[in-house]
């Protein structure tokens, strides 16, 4: 009996560690996923604020010179 114990018991270590390692996997993936939509959603946020100041540039210019 105490055989078939530690038989199930090497058994649910296996399985908890291959979890163990099919989560942190995923870990790896979702955190190289956000750190690329992250560089992502930055560029085009960049840009849009530069071109927001080179509008602005141009009204204040025009306005200007009227």
């Given at each position: 009996?105490?055989?078939?114990v530690?038989?199930?018991?090497?058994?649910?270590?296996e399985?908890?560690?291959?979890?163990?390692?099919?989560?942190?996997?995923e870990?790896?993936?979702?955190?190289?996923?956000?750190?690329?939509?992250?560089?992502?959603?930055?560029?085009?946020?960049?840009?849009?604020?530069?071109m927001?100041?080179?509008?602005?540039?141009?009204?204040n210019?025009t306005?200007?010179?009227?």
């Amino acid at each position: 009996m105490d055989e078939k114990v530690m038989e199930m018991f090497a058994k649910i270590l296996e399985g908890q560690k291959d979890i163990q390692n099919e989560l942190k996997q995923e870990i790896r993936e979702v955190s190289y996923k956000v750190d690329k939509l992250e560089m992502r959603m930055e560029n085009k946020v960049s840009d849009k604020i530069k071109m927001l100041f080179d509008v602005c540039q141009v009204q204040n210019e025009t306005v200007a010179n009227i």
